[in-house]
């Protein structure tokens, strides 16, 4: 085999790689064919190290999205990262990794109605920080779905590799479902959407390597059009009414390569494809180049032979292109034609089965149960966790996205989990959120409290979870340490999810956020979509009445978190007793249920005296807190619940299954922790912290 | 009564203008931008979102689409109530059916939040003096000269203006009315508080304060 290794290089596959599609073809690929695996073999498309391991610990589905059901309305969702574009280029990067999830939600026939993001930073307000802001805030708002919530963090660990991980929610009625599932021979590939252009090249395989700085990866990154996005959703809406609709799929990486292999080998048929007819912005294009182009905007959908006007029709009235560009056939071989000049053929198989690289590399990672104990004042830590970044208010982010455009949103970023109305009384909880430095000092009891922060987030907005996704970013899977982190946090997930009960209904990875050779710390990202049975019947997420009691509800005497934000000293992640984590969580959705909670607000980041300060700062009313808890460490599954006066004895009654604490009352007009006065106006200066950049 | 939402290609406040009027108890259908028969409805709405992609400048492209050669004549004719929200003041004020232009909001960039409004135009708005409704826009500061805001102010067709000017608005007026009281803009967003779970039902306000205008002023047959 001649084939030079520079070669190879530039298409970012190894040696190895090459042999085995010598050895499985019995001839070499041809230019057209090698680009063709280059794409589909990366890790970005082809999962390599991580599908097989996904497929054993869980059960989910190959559509484009998850979905949960409220009786007849199904609810879609997905998460998705788009970390390597925002590194080179964060305003497109942010922008188009909303256009690619809400593809995947139109792909499923669902309406998108909300959106949250993920983000992670070195700090605020640097270049990449306001472009990736601007550039969610620019196409999600034009667009017209609600950016409802989400979460924004920061360490240095990522200051070279941001992350941006965008999840997408739709509604669909059992009836109008969609699959991406090919079915029948001879049926029609009808792309809908943008010219295609020179856009992307190289996406899917630049989102497969580490961070060079040497190398301009600016043409890698697609550009946006959210006025093309808003009329292909329209559209797409509308043609998934057809009855000659057979099946849907979004176009992300490897655009048409890989949305009409993965449909074509979803329903075990062969693929011919017809590169000619793809409507083109740019001249003189290659066929390989109009098979990987991302141009942004497109839809492919597979539809009964001879009914393709019908999709024509729709795209015309919004101005999109539309082209019949192949056919399923009976083979088992993916065709690429040209002018009816042969350019590639190969085993569908092939092309959509990457070799497996996932590795089972265990690793121990410790646990302390040595109690933490704080003796002392809290002002200093209290107002310096609050104006901590990652804890601060996010106004000045969420007031530049639009959070109510739907008329759906009933309460978004100041709430623990966003709810959206449904229909009738009904609504949903929407959380998403991640904790890199938990992660990073234990991956497998770190995701568990990722999990479950995501389902207390819910719970305290008055939610039941129903499913759960996910996105896994993490570093070069190729080295070991990497690789352990993964396989950990699969487990820890796998055992999360068991105890809670609640099943996964997708996920997405995105490996090599690496640059310079620093790996960014292991970040899975947890999404959670709950029901919310009673929208008028929801718990406040702030004080509300002087004289009302407030009662913690979870452990009261926790181990020291190494991870916790106020901790500066080393340490290891606590030992968590998860049962009682998940009696808590049901016991405290059963007193809302009751409506015993007038408030409630989950306990995270900052600790108790944090929770606590946030729900006296949001109604601007005081309370006097009395308790040995510590005020700053940080334990999973953990709640402030504000209760009315008079009903303590039926509420206690309630939640004697697992551990509380009655710990003060709310008033006054400042916040009084053992004795130690600080007023609410300090609490929010510092709390506002991230304003006074403006 | 009958009442129409324009839809342009971009426009995205549809779904809940749709609903919303239907909650004030109009007979209500969605128009394509292209349909010219507009002389059936008594209230012909142009909503929020992102007409043409706001692409050139926010209204400058829609303000040319079919519909909007019958909405002049609709308004000539007295035909019933022209409303433009958010974007759809915009396509008005393109069009020169309301005085004035946008610019980009002072801080640079997308707003949305609740904001406080002082309800100026007493007569169209009997007994509102204050109303909670949502902003979200990138190009709301409204712009218009000091001759004109004191003709607006004379003729009292000032609809409101923000209690705190949050885009650099002229005298912070958020709304306006022509010289016939049958075309209003507004900047503000009523359809997101009309339903009992939004977190101000003040919208109902403005859609039943335009039902008695159309009552009162327009040649609408009983």
């Known amino acids: 085999m001649h084939i030079p290794q520079e070669k190879l290089e530039k298409m970012s596959m190894t040696r190895d790689e090459y042999e085995r599609i010598v050895n499985l073809l019995g001839r070499e690929p041809n230019e057209t064919e090698l680009y063709i695996f280059s794409a589909m073999w990366s890790e970005h498309c082809g999962y390599k190290h991580s599908k097989k391991l996904i497929k054993e610990h869980f059960r989910v589905s190959d559509e484009n999205a998850g979905i949960v059901w409220l009786s007849d309305i199904g609810i879609a969702f997905k998460v998705e990262s788009h970390n390597h574009p925002c590194a080179v280029e964060p305003f497109q990067g942010a922008a188009t990794g909303i256009g690619g999830i809400i593809r995947d939600i139109i792909a499923m026939g669902a309406k998108p109605i909300a959106l949250l993001d993920s983000l992670h930073f070195e700090k605020p307000h640097d270049h990449i920080y306001e472009g990736v802001i601007s550039g969610i805030s620019v196409y999600g708002n034009s667009i017209g779905v609600p950016t409802v919530g989400g979460e924004v963090r920061f360490d240095p660990a990522y200051s070279k590799n941001p992350l941006v991980n965008v999840m997408a929610v739709g509604i669909v009625g059992r009836e109008n479902l969609k699959t991406s599932k090919a079915q029948g021979v001879g049926n029609s590939v009808v792309l809908v959407g943008s010219k295609t252009g020179r856009d992307g090249l190289h996406g899917a395989s630049f989102a497969s390597r580490k961070i060079d700085k040497t190398i301009n990866d600016r043409p890698s990154v697609q550009v946006g059009d959210p006025f093309a996005e808003k009329r292909l959703i329209e559209a797409t809406m509308e043609i998934c009414k057809l009855d000659c609709v057979i099946a849907v799929q979004d176009m992300g990486a490897a655009g048409i390569l890989s949305s009409t292999t993965e449909m074509a080998s979803h329903g075990k048929l062969g693929l011919d494809l017809f590169i000619d007819r793809v409507p083109l912005r740019e001249e003189g294009m290659k066929p390989w180049e109009i098979l990987l182009s991302e141009s942004q905007e497109r839809m492919v959908f597979l539809v009964k032979k001879g009914h393709e006007g019908e999709i024509e029709k729709i795209a015309r009235k919004w101005e999109l292109d539309s082209a019949k560009i192949g056919e399923t056939t009976s083979s088992t071989e993916f065709r690429v034609f040209d002018k009816k000049e042969l350019m590639a053929s190969l085993p569908l198989s092939l092309v959509t089965n990457p070799p497996d690289l996932s590795r089972e590399i265990e690793r121990e990672y410790s646990t302390t149960a040595e109690v933490s104990k704080w003796i002392g004042p809290i002002e200093s830590e209290l107002l310096c966790l609050l104006s901590n970044p990652t804890i601060a208010s996010k106004k000045s982010v969420y007031e530049r996205y639009d959070h109510t455009v739907g008329g759906r949103t009933i309460k978004a970023p100041k709430s623990d989990a966003a709810i959206i109305h449904i229909a009738d009384s009904k609504g949903i909880a929407l959380s998403l959120g991640g904790n890199g430095k938990y992660t990073a000092l234990n991956p497998r009891e770190g995701i568990k409290a990722v999990l479950f922060e995501a389902c207390t987030n819910v719970i305290a907005s008055g939610g039941k979870p129903l499913g759960i996704t996910n996105c896994m970013n993490f570093g070069n899977p190729e080295v070991d340490e990497v690789a352990a982190q993964f396989y950990a946090t699969i487990k820890g997930l796998e055992e999360g999810v068991k105890i809670l009960g609640i099943p996964i209904t997708g996920g997405n990875v995105s490996f090599y956020n690496e640059s310079e050779g620093e790996q960014i710390p292991p970040t899975p990202v947890v999404g959670v979509v709950g029901v919310v049975k009673n929208i008028y019947r929801i718990p406040k997420p702030d004080f509300t009445r002087k004289g009302n009691p407030i009662y913690m509800i979870g452990r009261l005497k926790v181990p020291h978190n190494g991870a916790s934000m106020y901790s500066k000293r080393k340490g290891f992640f606590p030992t968590v007793d998860w049962k009682a984590c998940s009696r808590v969580l049901n016991t405290v959705m059963r007193v809302i249920s009751m409506e015993l909670a007038v408030s409630v607000h989950d306990v995270s980041d900052g600790g108790v005296a944090v929770a606590c300060a946030e729900m006296a700062m949001g109604s601007m009313m005081g309370a006097k807190i009395s308790t040995d808890i510590h005020p700053f460490e940080e334990y999973p599954a953990r709640f402030i619940v504000e209760v009315q006066k008079g009903r303590e004895g039926e509420f206690e009654a309630e939640i004697n299954d697992v551990e509380f604490a009655r710990i003060g009352i709310v008033g006054g007009d400042d916040f009084i922790w053992n004795g130690e006065r600080l007023s609410l106006s300090s609490l929010k200066k510092a709390y506002e912290s991230l304003e006074e950049f403006e | ?222």
């Open chain 2, 1 to 222: 009564m009958r009442a129409a939402v324009v839809v342009f290609p971009g426009t995205n406040c549809d779904r809940e203008t749709f609903e919303a009027l239907k909650a004030s108890g109009l007979e209500t259908d969605y128009l394509w931008h292209n349909w010219t028969s507009i002389d059936v409805y008594d209230l012909v709405v142009l909503p929020g979102g992102f007409s043409y992609g706001d692409y050139l400048r926010p209204g400058a492209i829609a303000r040319f689409s079919p519909v909007m050669n019958s909405v002049e004549k609709y308004v000539e004719s007295g035909r019933g109530i022209l409303l433009g929200i958010c974007n759809g003041f915009q396509i008005l004020t393109e069009a020169g059916l309301l005085p004035g232009a946008f610019l980009r909001n002072e801080c640079g960039h997308f707003i949305c939040k609740m904001v406080d409004l002082e309800v100026k135009a007493h007569e169209v708005f009997a007994n509102v003096k204050r109303l909670k409704l949502y902003i979200a826009h990138s190009d709301g500061n409204y712009v218009v000269d000091e001759k004109t805001v004191e003709l607006l102010e004379d003729e009292k067709r000032i609809l409101f203006k923000y209690a705190e000017n949050p885009n650099g608005s002229s005298h912070s007026i958020a709304g306006v009315a022509n010289e016939n009281f049958c075309v209003f803009g507004m900047m503000p967003h009523p359809e997101r508080s009309t339903m009992p779970y939004h977190e101000s039902n003040d919208g109902l306000k403005v859609f039943s304060a335009m039902r008695r205008w159309i009552n009162a002023h327009t040649s609408r047959k009983a």
